[in-house]
């Protein structure tokens, strides 16, 4: 898989040996290239931890350099209340059991996805949806962004 | 675009077949859609709840109950109406293939 472009030269902040913390390079609403990063972090032998980003930092646990797939579900929010967790609910990480994939970790909107089996299935066979899925974030986080603004410039 | 189609996605119709068959929370939908297509067809929780999402707001499902965090969801009559709207569109699609000898 290709690399991403401006991933080699990036900052690594050093933990420990066990992990190492890396910023991202792109956001993760470029879905397909924050899925090839992990994965060429992977196959160095980085794979992101649990609940692994955090402040726009991701965390690595460093293990056996091996290839494994990464992806990301864009989960638009579905109420006022849905800030409240970025985590899926139980029934969500029992069909992605099922299909061979475990949940990591979130970013924003999207929720990460990860697979070991080459043999499973791939988790997304609806791209239309997740493209429907990506549209519908954007147009919440510029509401979102114009609400702020609104506010801003009211108070 | 997604917003303005008029036919349904693959798994946009399998949800709603697994719904005529009866009220299903999530699993159950996923599963009945990977037994039915034997494994051709998978919904991925992001995908299903994506489309369940879409649904409710078209009013095509309703939320009938929740428990213990599994929603259940049952079709409409409008569901039921895209439904068939939609298997009478595929079977003129095969009939136009087959008048023309496949």
Known sequence: MQKVKGCEGMKELQMGAKQIRRIPPCPSYHVEAMESWLESMARDGYFL???GFSLGI???????????????????????????????????LEISEAL???????????????????????????????SLSIDVIHSQERSSLLSALLWWLLK | MAGTRTSLTESMFYV????????????????????????????????LYTILGKFEKEKYIQEIS????????????????????????LRRLVADAESEGV
């Open chain 2, 16 to 47: 709603l077949l697994a719904l005529r068959s009866g009220p299903k929370f999530g699993v159950e939908i996923s599963s009945y859609v990977d037994e039915k297509t034997k494994g051709e067809t998978m919904l991925g929780p992001a995908t």
């Open chain 1, 58 to 92: 991701a965390t690595f646990d460093v293990g056996t350099p091996r290839k494994v797939r990464y992806r990301l579900q864009a989960v638009p929010k579905r109420g006022l209340l849905d800030d409240m967790t970025d985590r899926p609910n139980e029934e969500a």
């Open chain 2, 66 to 89: 929740v428990e213990a965090r599994k929603r259940t969801y049952q079709l409409t009559a409008k569901g039921l109406k895209a439904y068939r709207d939609e298997v009478n569109r």
């Open chain 1, 49 to 51: 931890s649990n609940d």
């Open chain 1, 100 to 130: 061979g994939w475990r949940y990591v970790a979130s970013q924003g909107r999207f929720q990460v996805y990860y697979c070991a089996d080459p043999d499973a299935r791939e988790l997304n066979t609806d791209p239309e949806m997740q």
